[in-house]
């Protein structure tokens, strides 16, 4: 069984720093896509940052210069460290793989349950 699990969310001050982490399990995902989504209160859920196999990585506008997203194939894991956090960054956090292809722009075939990170002003 498949499983994708996230820890590191919480409450943080603007200006501060969070590091999320999500270990997978049951399959290897050395080959495959990793990445991070986000969803706000009444919002869709939206791309943060993905990272190939090869550890080539991709980010959104919002989060370019403050977030970086990067894996340990050996663990299966990924991060994705937050810094200068604004309170528009305020979501639930989830991450996403796939055994063996790129991530696309809606995601994985595998999710986590989400972690919540909120910022206060």
């Known amino acids: 069984q498949v499983q994708l699990v996230e820890s590191g969310g919480g409450l943080v001050q603007a200006g501060g720093s969070l590091r999320l982490s999500c270990a997978a399990s049951?399959?290897?995902?050395?080959?495959?896509?990793m990445g991070w989504f986000r969803q706000a209160p009444g919002k869709e859920r939206e791309f943060v940052a993905a990272?190939?196999?090869?550890?080539?990585?991709n980010y959104a506008d919002s989060v370019k210069g403050r977030f970086t997203i990067s894996r340990d194939n050996a663990k299966n894991t990924v991060y994705l460290q937050m810094n200068s956090l604004k309170p528009e960054d305020t979501a639930v956090y989830y991450c996403?793989?796939?055994?063996?292809?790129?991530?696309?722009?809606?995601?994985?075939?595998?999710w986590g349950q989400g972690t919540q990170v909120t910022v206060s002003s």
């Open positions: 996403t793989a796939n055994r063996q292809l790129a991530l696309t722009k809606s995601g994985g075939d595998y």
């Open positions: 049951g399959r290897t995902f050395s080959r495959g896509g």
């Open positions: 990272i190939t196999w090869l550890g080539n990585t």
